[in-house]
Structures are given as C-alpha cells and as structure tokens.
C-alpha cells in the first residue's frame, strides 16, 4: 500500500476479510507465510503497533462517559501528549462539536461511529484500519463516515485499509482495490483500470435531433471496429472494439449529425465484483 492510499479489501462474508484484517494486527497467527506492516509483525513489534489506529465494527465505547470522557480516557491509555486539546481537535474534525458533554449512550449509530474514528485517530497513526465502517448505518451517515475517510486521505495524507462488502461505498473511496473469495485474493487492481478494462468499451452518443438517428446508425454501421449499435428513442448504445471514440463523434459530425453528448460507459466496480465471484464459484483462477 502506498502512503496516503484508501486500500479496499471486498469480500462477501466468510470470505476472510476479518480474519486477514486480524492477521495484520498481530491478533490471530497465520498458518502460514508472514504478514507485515510498515516492516514489521504487530503481534511482536509494539513500537511500530503504536503507529497503526483501528476500528473494528465494535466502536469501543463507554455508553455511560461523555464523548469528551471518552476520548480523554483513551488518550490517556495511548499517553497522547497535551491530550484536552487533542480531544478538541479530534471531536472537531469529526463534526461533533457541541456534544462533547453528552452521554455516548444517547448517540445515534453514526454519531458513535464518528467517535470511534476519532478514538482510533487519537494517537496519530500512519496507518488506519477500518472494518465494515459503514455497516449498520443510514445513508446520511454513511455519507458522513465516507467523507471523513477522504479527508483523512486528503488532508492529512494518511493511509487507509478499509475492509467492506458496501460496493459503492469502495467506489467511491478506494484508489485500489483487492477481491477475496474463500481465502484466497482473485483479483488487485486500481478502481479505475478495474472498471475501464476489457476487450470492448461501452460508447453512447445522444443526438440534438432524433430525426437524425437513422442516418446516425447508418454511417456507425459502416465503420470498422465497431461490433453493435443499439438505439434509444435519440441515444444510441456503441459498443467499440478498436476504434476509439473520438473518431465515433468525428464521424458523425463530419456527416452532419448534430450530436449533444458522448460518454464512455465503464462498468461499475458491482459487475467487476459479481464477475470474479462468479469465476472463483466455477473454479476459474
């Protein structure tokens, strides 16, 4: 992983990926091989586990302190340096600030979420663990908890490995990706070569004049490298296999079709994840 990287490990469940997750924290001995962070094995190494952060899907919160009580306990456990103001801080970037003295048992699932970030984030780590962060949450909440992962990317250049099944949620975060099944990694990639892959690329073309649309399929029918042309009312579907797209809009504008927009369509990181499930369901490596 690279420093300041959103890593995202997918998997359905019993895939493994608590399990590996736990193998990196020095919490569960791997029955073979080795596993290292930042060059070290956590389960031997505690100056280097004192630069990690993580937050598995249990918060680690005290119902019965504030969130300011709580934070400052652990910032005492992880002896953090001028802890008050590191606590003020933290309950800041997280966007609780003006809860600080409530009770974390009177918090909303995603409030509680935002401070076990912050609880993890207390110590300053480099690298920052997160399982299922998402999980269990509404979709304002988890729009919450996805726009304080950027920014921990972003703004302090810190790096995240983020075990989800939440596919969106990964889209959405993730430079780079790896897809478990039973154990076992079947495909490592960056998001972005995932879903532009393939031997064909998805081309629409929406025309200004759906008048035109028939003499449009005429002149697409006519070129190399094309394999299908569909139609929809005034989009037209292209699917290319080795011309590129811009000589598709030069073509028709060239001819006189008066072409409103053109897009690549890229599949969603959803079909990419089906399709490698479904390879490793019939045995194909």
């Known amino acids: 992983m690279e420093k300041g990287e959103i890593f995202g490990y997918l998997g359905p469940n019993g895939a493994g990926k608590t399990t590996t997750l736990r193998i990196l924290l020095g919490l569960l001995s791997a029955a073979s091989g080795s596993a290292t962070v930042l060059g070290a094995d956590l389960a031997k190494d505690d100056a280097t586990r004192s630069r990690v952060g993580v937050l598995m899907e249990n918060n680690g919160l005290y119902d019965q302190l504030t969130a300011r009580e709580n934070l400052v306990y652990y910032a005492r456990l992880y002896e953090v340096s001028r802890p008050l103001d590191r606590v003020t801080d933290l309950l800041e970037f997280v966007g609780l600030t003006g809860r600080e003295k409530d009770l974390v048992g009177n918090f909303s699932t995603g409030m509680k979420r935002k401070l076990g970030i912050a609880r993890a984030l207390l110590h300053r780590p480099e690298i920052l663990f997160l399982d299922e962060p998402t999980s269990g949450l509404d979709p304002e909440a988890q729009h919450m908890v996805r726009e304080l992962i ?103 504008v060239g001819n006189g079709i008066l072409v409103e927009e053109a897009r690549i369509q890229k599949r969603s990181l959803e079909e990419i994840y089906l399709d490698v499930m479904r390879q490793a369901e019939g045995g194909v490596a």
């Not at 394999?227 to 011309?243: F, K, Q, T």
Request: charged fraction near 20%; hydrophobic fraction near 45%; glycine fraction near 6%.
């Open 150 to 252: 950027l920014r921990l990317s972003q703004a302090e250049s810190m790096t995240v490995f983020l075990n989800s099944h939440n596919l969106d949620e990964v889209q959405r975060t993730c430079s780079r990706v790896a897809i478990l099944h039973q154990g076992r990694i079947r495909a490592l990639d960056s998001v972005r070569h995932l879903t532009s892959a393939g031997r064909k690329t998805g081309f629409s073309v929406t025309l200004a004049d759906p008048g035109q649309a028939g003499k449009a399929m005429d002149i697409l029918s006519s070129l190399e490298g094309i394999d299908e042309v569909a139609r929809n009312e005034n989009v037209l579907g292209i699917m290319l296999v080795s011309v590129p797209p811009h000589e598709i809009v030069a073509a028709l």
